[in-house]
């Protein structure tokens, strides 16, 4: 059996290489709406005198919120004096869950488009090849399921905590009599919201190019060879 590379781009005119190359376009899209996000709240302080301050909320990924000062160092506002405060909240394990899927979803797309389009005849003649792909395709699959949902509770985490109630219940300033706060500007998170949406887009099209991974394998092919064609009578074994 010749082993060498033969470039040929015909499986990507088969649903087995094209949803793969679907597969790798949403994973680039998945991880980087997530990964290259950066934003910034602007905090409204409603002093009882008619006086207004404001204040900077700025976060980016992974979100460890716990991080970002909302207060830097001590300073005084609407005639209080206010000690250094962060933001509250941790989102990392999720968010870098997320990317992390979404990165090796994107590598192992990428290698294994390279063996299509210049190993399928060795795919094709090999057991190890479409099984070892089928269990990984599976795997994945799941993954974006778990992923997926974790970095959306992540993200509504975020969304709680950046929003005009979780401030004010993270600065004393704000509980105080005659003071309110308010987020008056708010970070455009759409491309967060973008990413969850292409996490569970990414688990049906993994889910579903599994099953094209699976025809190719030696399980498939068994379980049609063993069944009777049309009109074909077994012969009864002689006694």
């Known amino acids: 059996m010749v082993t060498g590379f033969r470039l040929n781009f015909s499986p990507l005119k088969e649903p087995l290489g094209f949803v793969k190359l679907v597969e790798w376009l949403t994973a680039i899209f998945a991880f980087g709406c997530c990964g290259g996000f950066a934003g910034r709240n602007i905090i409204s302080v409603f002093c009882g005198d008619g006086r207004n301050e404001t204040l900077n909320a700025n976060f980016h990924y992974p979100f460890r919120l716990s991080k970002f000062p909302l207060i830097d160092g001590n300073t005084t506002l609407c005639n209080h004096s206010v000690s250094t405060t962060h ?3 941790d989102m990392a394990s999720s968010a870098e869950f997320f990317v992390g899927v979404g990165t090796i979803c994107f590598l192992y797309s990428m290698g294994a488009l390279l063996v299509y389009l210049g190993y399928m005849h060795v795919y094709k003649n090999s057991d190890f090849g479409p099984i070892f792909d089928f269990v990984i395709t599976a795997i994945l699959a799941f993954l974006w399921l778990v992923c997926s949902s974790a970095w959306a509770k992540g993200l509504q985490n975020v969304k709680d905590a950046t929003d005009t109630e979780g401030i004010s219940g993270t600065l004393a300033i704000c509980k105080a009599s005659n ?7 708010f970070a455009n998170m759409r491309t ?3 990413s969850v949406v292409f996490g569970f887009l990414n688990m049906f099209v993994w889910a579903g190019n599994a099953w094209f991974v699976y025809k190719e394998t030696r399980w498939h092919s068994q379980k049609f060879s063993s069944q009777p064609g049309p009109g074909r009578q077994q012969v009864p074994a002689p006694i």
């Open 179 to 185: 003071i309110t706060c308010a987020v008056t500007e």
């Open 192 to 194: 967060l919201n973008i």
């Open 87 to 89: 933001m509250v909240g």
